[in-house]
């Protein structure tokens, strides 16, 4: 069964930097476009950017300029570097396939940014 771990969140001050992990048990970077997606509290799940297996990449538009999206195949490795935090941007992030897959989805990792 395909395992998706995020890691690298924590708490970080506005304007700093952090970059998140995603590691995969299985060939999803192969096979399919993958995306980080965020939850803050009382907000519904949201998007923020994904990568194609050509390797384009689409961001929103509340994070654009800011957040770089790449993954690494032989790591089996999704990254999100994030700079320029907001405190708008605390959320737990996630990764999954885009469109996600009700039943890959992991813990995900908490991003707090303090003001």
């Known amino acids: 069964q395909l395992e998706l771990v995020e890691s690298g969140g924590g708490l970080v001050q506005a304007g700093g930097s952090t970059r998140l992990s995603c590691t995969t048990s299985?060939?999803?970077?192969?096979?399919?476009?993958v995306a980080w997606f965020r939850q803050a509290p009382g907000k519904e799940l949201e998007g923020v950017s994904c990568?194609?297996?050509?390797?384009?990449?689409v961001y929103s538009d509340s994070v654009e300029d800011r957040f770089t999206i790449s993954r690494d195949k032989a790591k089996r490795t999704l990254y999100l570097q994030i700079n320029a935090l907001k405190p708008e941007d605390t959320a737990v992030y996630y990764c999954?396939?885009?469109?996600?897959?009700?039943?890959?989805w992991g813990q995900g990792t908490q991003v707090t940014v303090s003001s």
């Open positions: 999954n396939s885009h469109p996600y897959e009700r039943f890959w």
């Open positions: 299985g060939s999803i970077l192969d096979g399919f476009r």
């Open positions: 990568i194609s297996r050509g390797l384009n990449t």
